[in-house]
């Protein structure tokens, strides 16, 4: 059993201002918040290079880009009472290669979490979670990026153990870069490599059927326009959807971003779209800042209304966060332009976690 080492701001909430440079109230109603990362990636470099999340470390080799964002220690240091951590496999290798990958990679990131049971919990629904937190520890659901690393055979899910309340997977981003037999990325590089998939094949929509049958959250993050619809005309319409880490066409009109209908398909499931932290995503690259992501957060709240926005960052996802959020213990900052621009501290705390713990409820209790 290892007990990670930190610094527990929590019992110095002027000295937390003071580093962060926010306000004591900014830093109150983030520290009585659940406050819930829809997509942590840092497991991607465990796997690359041996990262251990259980040590702290610095920023990666390029600075605040690409990955070094975040571990165990900082986790706990900014206060971050949950997250989605993400099983990712190499979205350019075949879809059996990449099952074997998944499983053992599965079997490691619990192994992991095993080793510090005292400060971590892995977590499967909103009851496993509070019972986290009454205990003083982070709750971890575990989440897949790429459906298609079980879509070689569609029993693959099967084996995934639990139904429900019960799954251990939360849920699943259908596609990732590259478009799949299962439906099209919306990412132009992966779609010029399977140029003749188009939508979602009949084999994803199976694919979306399968995980509603599982009770596994459909993430339709990364997935193109039509297989985006399509994917929501098939989906059961009494099960929430979640969009995880994206940012907001209306905002910023990129090709990795939703538009206005595709916030409004979201919300009418009673389900919930995260504001990632990429440069790239968020604006014109030199005029990013921590303004620009509550833009994206305000532009939801503008469509569909303050229930159904969350945090999704993609950190340590490859992104280049903007420069005054290099890292996660910087999250405070976000809920400080909230306040300066004049939502309430109950709008700021739905979107810090509760409307994800309000989607997870209603699917799995």
Known sequence: MTLVAHRDWSIDVPGWAKTLGVSREAIEI????????????????????????RRKHGLGLFGRHFYGHTDFPRILEAGLTGATWIITTNPFKP????????????????????????????????????????????????????????????????????????????????????????????????????????GLTDEGREYVRRLNDKKIFVDLAHIGRRAFFDAVAVHDKSQPLMVTHTGISGVYDVWRNINDEQ??????????????????FLGPRRQVSTGTIVDHIEHVIAVAGEDFVSIGTDYDGAISPPPELPTLFEMPKVVQIMLDRGHSPDRIQKILGGNFLRVVEALRG
Not at 135 to 164: E, M, T, W
Not at 263 to 280: L, P, R, Y
């Open 30 to 53: 983030y520290a009585s918040s659940d406050v819930i990362d829809l997509h942590v990636d840092t497991f991607i470099w465990t796997r690359v290079f041996g990262y251990d999340l």
């Open 95 to 198: 879809p059996r290669m990449r099952r074997n990958t998944f499983f053992e990679n599965y079997e490691r990131i619990k192994a992991i979490f095993a080793e510090v049971p005292e400060q971590f919990a892995l977590v499967r629904n909103r009851a496993e979670y509070d019972a986290a937190r009454a205990a003083g520890k982070h709750g971890a659901f575990l989440g897949i990026q790429g459906g298609n690393c079980l879509s070689y055979d569609l029993a693959d899910l099967d084996r995934i153990p639990g139904v429900g309340a019960t799954c251990d997977i939360l849920r699943v981003t259908v596609v990732h870069l590259t478009s799949s037999t299962l439906g099209e990325t919306n990412s132009p590089t992966g779609r010029h490599l399977h140029p003749r998939v188009s």
């Open 263 to 280: 916030i409004k398909a979201v919300a009418d499931t009673g389900g919930t779209v995260g504001i990632m932290f990429h440069t790239e």
